[in-house]
């Protein structure tokens, strides 16, 4: 055999490699739309339970102090052209609209690309309330903007001839990679921490009241089962790099143990839309053989072939004979350098995480830009240390007949250690912002300001002056003895504050 056919032979065997590794089967990438659109649907609906408090002019954060703190994030969110309730509706509505054009696969592309700059908006209105699932979905709905993700299963679909079978380009490969640097960074981060080594930070993790919910409070008592998921957990991290080399049921096997894990989170974790976005992110890993036990089930071959004729009534009332890359009639077509550009980038968000975790030098003339910017996003994931307190907090406040209230929680004031701390908070971002606001002291008056106008806004009885304490405690100790008194702020409403 000659030099050039083993040339031929090796380059094809890499191909093939390549493309079982770093590609993604079209109903997989079908599947990962319709989710992706799913859980952008699911983390604006959540988001209206705290829609005043976090997106309006009277709630914590007007446009004039976001400004001040980040006045270059404030500038780039369409969020902040007004604060009045109606416009947040307003774009609450055309992003649930474009939400449900992903998930229908409606000019997909288009679609993604909107929601993800309407995503990008929402989240530069109120960084304060923002947590690592926020920042996982950003990335996904980025690559998914290069992604061909109306291939299958899809309104955009049925105007094209035969899809393709699978997608090998460099955003299949960014995607898949991108996930793998949230579990590896974490996985440097937990192997760091010596709570970790220890075998005992998940019991530490489940000792914080404020996190556990549902199914939680059970495992607290269960301390072997918990020391088993610190080891577990710390093994698939290490283990992550395997969701790209193993291929077929080894892989599969290796995603359900990732979503297995995830899912636990859900049941047990107040972590707002960490885990499900998580799980998402999982998705793209699937192989073709997934789709292929499907295809020879006759009962969901029976549902396919009827949600074909809706699909068909779909495709022929919305797209009227236009593209994708189409806005009412009038072609949009990519330039090939998009096609470039997932490469590009690629290089730069590896070349970023190593040097945040030290294993590349920093240049010197970014090192402050750099470590600034990665400190608010990296994966910690509770690594590397653990908390080791928890937290709740009473905002004992004066009305004008002399009555003390809680103005936080709306109630008679409870020193004591709430039964459950996770109860004590609306939402997950409610208590993100809380720990932030404990930490920086220029967001204290501010969220005085906001208990006053609320609590006037909607009692005779108004409030004349307000305070706000945080509460804490160690881990593992509900004794009133232990808890630690902080006071945040103390305000006269109508005023500015008079102690901080």
């Not at 949230?182 to 440097?188: C, D, F, I, P, T």
């Not at 991290?237 to 995603?255: D, E, F, H, K, Q």
Request: hydrophobic share 50%; net charge neutral.
């Amino acid at each position: 055999m000659s030099d050039a056919q083993f040339t031929n032979i090796d380059s094809s065997s890499m191909q093939s490699i390549l493309r079982q590794r770093l590609g993604i089967d079209a109903r997989t990438l079908a599947a990962f739309r319709i989710s992706l659109g799913l859980v952008l649907i699911v983390d604006l609906l959540l988001r209206t339970r705290n829609l005043r408090m976090f997106y309006t002019e009277d709630g914590v954060l007007p446009v004039s102090l976001l400004a001040e703190q980040s006045p270059m994030v404030a500038r780039v969110s369409l969020h902040t052209l007004s604060g009045e309730m109606w416009f947040q509706i307003f774009l609450f509505l055309i992003a649930l609209t474009f939400a449900l054009a992903v998930t229908i696969g409606y000019k997909t592309r288009i679609a993604t690309g909107i929601s993800l700059i309407l995503l990008l908006s929402l989240h530069a209105r109120n960084p304060y309330v923002l947590s690592g699932g926020d920042a996982l979905l950003q990335h996904l709905l980025f690559w998914s903007v290069f992604l061909p993700l109306g291939e299958r299963w899809s309104i955009d679909a049925h105007r094209r001839g035969a899809p393709r079978e699978q997608i090998v380009t460099a955003a299949s490969a960014a995607l898949l990679i991108q996930v793998l640097l949230v579990y590896g960074v974490n996985a440097v981060l937990k192997l760091r921490g010596e709570r970790w080594m220890a075998g005992d930070a998940v019991t530490s993790i489940f000792a914080l009241d404020q996190f556990i919910v549902l199914l939680g409070p059970h495992l607290q008592e269960l301390p072997v089962i918990l020391e088993i998921a610190n080891w577990l957990w710390i093994g698939l991290l290490v283990a992550s790099p395997l969701l790209i080399l193993l291929t077929g049921r080894l892989r599969i096997i290796l995603v359900g143990a990732f979503g297995a894990m995830h899912f636990g989170m859900l049941l047990t974790m107040h972590l707002g839309i960490f885990p499900l976005v998580s799980i998402i992110a999982l998705i793209p890993f699937l192989p073709s053989d997934v789709w292929n036990t499907f295809d020879r089930n006759p009962l969901l071959n029976r549902i396919k072939l009827a949600v074909i004729p809706f699909q068909t009534f779909l495709s022929g009332k919305l797209l009227l004979g236009s593209s994708e890359n189409s806005f009412f009639g009038v072609e949009w077509s990519p330039v090939r350098l998009i096609q470039i550009i997932p490469a590009v980038l690629l290089v730069g968000v590896i070349l970023f995480n190593a040097i945040a975790l030290g294993f590349a030098p920093v240049p010197a003339q970014a090192d402050e830009t750099l470590s600034g910017a990665y400190s608010d996003s990296r994966w910690t994931m509770f690594a590397p240390y653990p908390p080791t307190e928890d937290r709740w907090y009473v905002a004992p406040s004066k009305t004008e007949s002399t009555n003390q209230v809680d103005a936080f929680h709306r109630s008679e004031i409870q020193w004591e250690h709430p039964n459950n701390i996770a109860a004590t908070y609306s939402s997950a971002r409610e208590r993100k912002y809380m720990s932030n606001m404990r930490h920086d002291e220029d967001l204290r008056p501010s969220f005085a300001r906001y208990l006053c106008e609320r609590w006037n806004r909607n009692h005779e009885d108004e409030l004349q002056t307000v305070s706000v304490y945080a509460l804490e405690t160690p881990t593992q100790t509900a004794s009133d003895s232990a808890q630690e008194r902080v006071k945040l702020v103390e305000q006269s409403c109508g005023t500015s504050a008079m102690q901080t």
